[in-house]
């Protein structure tokens, strides 16, 4: 089956430690972006890739890190500079070609800091 | 001001009701829309694209209002699986950047 994973479901961390988020597809999609999600809020662009070995800066970048070595994956490392890591985040795709804007999500990672 | 701004609701429907509701977007060079359903918990999963005036499919239709800058969605014959929260996307960007509205809650009761 098609889709995007990301890993784990749930995510229990100790502040002052960083942690990383797995996302992992297999639409052959191109771009591959981060969002959080936090209650009553829309979602919010953390970081984007359009293509591999690249990645961009969203809106919310602070405090977060992430790599694009491979095209399959993007993981996301949560470092202990975010402030507030308590959200849900949720990993994205699109398919190749212009204009291709549809975005297709993983089921997400809720992330609790304590 | 939020560049995606809708009413959160909650917007109570009878079962076999029709219900709508609006998104006003605030980037006038904003070409494309989506509509994004949202359950309790999960992710968002794509419902509706509206490139030009508008779409229908099924009982959903989205229409485009560029001279307001506002979309609606209508949910006709509203089934109890209708039930989520409804999120409404502009895009804003060249590239392809989202940006989110907060969502507006539907609830469908018998």
Redesign the interface.
């Known amino acids: 089956d098609g889709g995007i994973t990301q890993s784990p479901k749930y995510l229990f961390r100790k502040e002052g430690q960083n942690v990383t988020l797995s996302c992992e597809q297999n639409l052959n999609h191109d771009a591959m972006y981060w969002y959080r999600q936090d209650p009553g809020q829309g979602l919010r662009l953390i970081y984007y890739s359009q293509i591999v070995n690249d990645f961009q800066k969203g809106d919310i970048a602070e405090g977060y890190s992430v790599s694009r070595e491979k095209k399959e994956s993007f993981p996301l490392t949560v470092t202990s500079a975010q402030k507030n890591p308590t959200a849900f985040y949720l990993c994205a795709s699109s398919p190749p070609g212009l204009p291709s804007y549809e975005q297709y999500f993983g089921p997400g990672t809720r992330l609790t800091v304590t | 001001r939020?560049e995606?701004e809708q009413d959160?609701g909650p917007f109570n429907v009878p079962e076999g009701a029709t219900v709508a509701f609006n998104c006003t977007y605030s980037n006038s060079a904003s070409q494309?829309f989506?509509w994004y359903r949202q359950d309790c918990?999960?992710?968002?999963?794509?419902l509706m694209?509206v490139y030009s005036s508008g779409n229908e499919d099924g009982r959903f239709t989205a229409q485009l209002n560029r001279a307001s800058q506002y979309i609606s969605l209508l949910i006709r014959d509203s089934k109890l699986s209708d039930s989520a929260t409804y999120?409404c996307v502009a895009?804003t960007d060249s590239?392809?950047?989202?940006?989110?509205?907060?969502?507006t809650q539907v609830v469908v009761t018998p």
């Open positions: 939020k995606v959160p494309s989506f918990r999960k992710e968002p999963k794509l694209s999120l895009v590239w392809g950047k989202l940006q989110f509205g907060a969502g």
